[in-house]
Structures are given as C-alpha cells and as structure tokens.
C-alpha cells in the first residue's frame, strides 16, 4: 500500500560526526532557518522506527552541537555518523497554493516545452549559488529558477523544463 504524501517522511538534517566525548554530535541541517531542525519534539531515522530527542548546544560555522536524549559517549556518537534525521511531512506547516517542498518535486516527470520526456527529478541540491536539480540522464544539473523550471504540476506529476543550450544528455558507452 503506498503511503500519502503526508505520511513522506522528509529530511531536515544529518548528523555529520561526534563532538567531544560526551556524546555530543555535529549536525548539518537543511531547513530555511538551519537552527529549525531542532523544533520538533522528535526527529526520526529513514526507517521512522528509531527516534531522536535533540537539543542544540552550540553552533561551530553552520553546523550545530546537538545533545540526543540517551546518546552519552563518543562511541555512541560514533555511530551515528551519517545518519539522515527525518519527520513526516504532516509535522512540516502547510504551505500557501503553489508552495511546495523541495522533496515534492524528486519523482516529478521533467518534461521539455515541446513534451519530451527528460526523465525523473533525482535530487535537488544547492551548493551555495541557488537550488539546482538532477534529472534523469542529463550531464548537467539545471538550475532551479522561473527561467528554466516555468511550471511544477504536483499534483499530475511533472515539472515543464525551458531547456538550457549549455545541457547534454549523458551519452551510452
């Protein structure tokens, strides 16, 4: 049985490394206000069957000192190094008419002016100069503006690509 979008689960932060020997971990957080991660009572593993009770303690550049309840050394923290810290989409605040959450467009159909199918939105990132997405087989990352993505239709499912001069599809070999 598939899951509605607002039981998705969606991902706020990772924890990057242990800080310390306390237990205490470093987390890189990819909410609009970075320090917003930590405002749910409970933040979740990929899964949703393992829970995290956070606290931010500090701030080194823009990753944050994290305490989680029950985590008390730097074995413990260890361990957690990569882990992905998720809520459900139901737990996010709803958003005004075509708002939407970077992880509604993965999945969407990118499609060209003229109707072709470029393939899947995989990932958004934004490595410091704006959203870009990566979509199906294309080389290049596009960027996420008015200019190149016109039109995202959630609701059917695709996102209208005004496409780039500059962008290859990756070639067979």
Avoid at 16 to 25: D, I, N, S
Avoid at 94 to 120: C, I, N, P
Avoid at 124 to 142: C, H, K, Q, T
Wanted: net charge negative.
């Amino acid at each position: 049985m598939a899951s509605s979008l607002e039981d998705k689960m969606v991902c706020l932060a990772m924890i990057t490394t242990a800080h310390g020997v306390k237990g205490q971990v470093k987390v890189k957080s990819w909410t609009k206000e970075p320090k917003d991660f930590a405002s749910f009572d409970c933040l979740y593993n990929s899964k949703g069957d393992v829970e995290f009770k956070v606290k931010i303690v500090g701030q080194i550049k823009e990753d944050f000192i994290v305490s989680i309840v029950g985590i008390n050394d730097r074995n413990q923290a260890e361990a957690l190094r990569g882990t992905k810290l998720y809520v459900k989409r139901s737990m996010l605040p709803k958003l005004s008419q075509g708002q939407f959450y970077h992880t509604d467009l993965v999945g969407l159909m990118a499609k060209t002016m003229d109707g072709k199918e470029l393939g899947r939105v995989k990932a958004v990132y934004n490595f410091g100069a704006g959203d870009m997405l990566e979509v199906g087989d294309l080389v290049d990352y596009l960027p996420f503006t008015n200019l190149v993505v016109p039109e995202i239709d959630i609701e059917n499912g695709f996102v209208l690509i005004n496409m780039p001069d500059y962008v290859e599809v990756k070639s067979e070999k």
